[in-house]
């Protein structure tokens, strides 16, 4: 028996996709889609937390752009891929322009911030496309450990605990914020209440 190939999904196709009704994201990967359930609550809460603390430093000097909500960067094409990091950050000197469609370079950082139900494998697959593709800083958050895996360039990652903080490096040189601060209240049990 046989199976059936079917086409690979283009750019332009992927495009004219409607958003799925139940919420659920989706990324193209080498021409395939890949759909994602929605976020939680925590996770949100952590990418609007990691978002606003960029923005406060980005905006006030016009530094560039801040993105959420798995905004699409295009990685490759021939077969196209297209991720949405749950966070992401262009200087105005790479990006010099709001696009209108999908992001044409690689983000100067790109966050990921886990899920419950993401799998370790793919997350780290995702983060080593980052880096293949030039992201110069890839933060990989995980709001139930309560720690950031800064990765700079390469695949070994330095991970910061929320006593750590946080800084963006020569991508974006002056930003700093404590671990913590991405993170809602400590759980029972892991510091201070309140």
């Given at each position: ?93 790479r990006q010099p322009e709001e696009p209108d469609a999908y992001f044409e ?90």
């Open positions: 028996m046989s199976t059936v190939q079917r086409p690979l999904v283009t750019i332009a196709e992927f495009e004219r996709m409607p958003d799925p009704p139940d919420g659920s994201r989706l990324e193209l990967v080498r021409g395939e889609v890949e759909v994602m359930p929605p976020p939680k609550g925590k996770h949100g809460i952590c990418c609007s937390r990691i978002a606003w603390r960029l923005m406060s430093h980005v905006t006030p000097g016009n530094l560039g752009w801040v993105t959420t909500n798995d905004t699409g960067v295009v990685l490759e094409r021939g077969p196209d891929t297209v991720r949405g990091p749950d966070v992401a950050y262009w200087s105005i000197a370079i690689p983000p100067d950082i790109a966050v990921e911030v886990l899920s419950p139900d993401d799998r370790r494998g793919p997350v780290r697959a995702k983060i080593k496309e980052y880096l293949f593709y030039g992201v110069p800083l890839v933060w990989l958050v995980d709001p139930e450990l309560r720690t950031v895996t800064v990765y700079a360039g390469r695949m070994r990652g330095t991970e910061l605990d929320e006593d750590d903080t946080l800084d963006g490096g020569e991508v974006l040189p002056g930003f700093t914020c404590k671990v913590a601060d991405l993170f809602g209240r400590p759980a029972a049990g892991k510091g201070e209440t309140g």
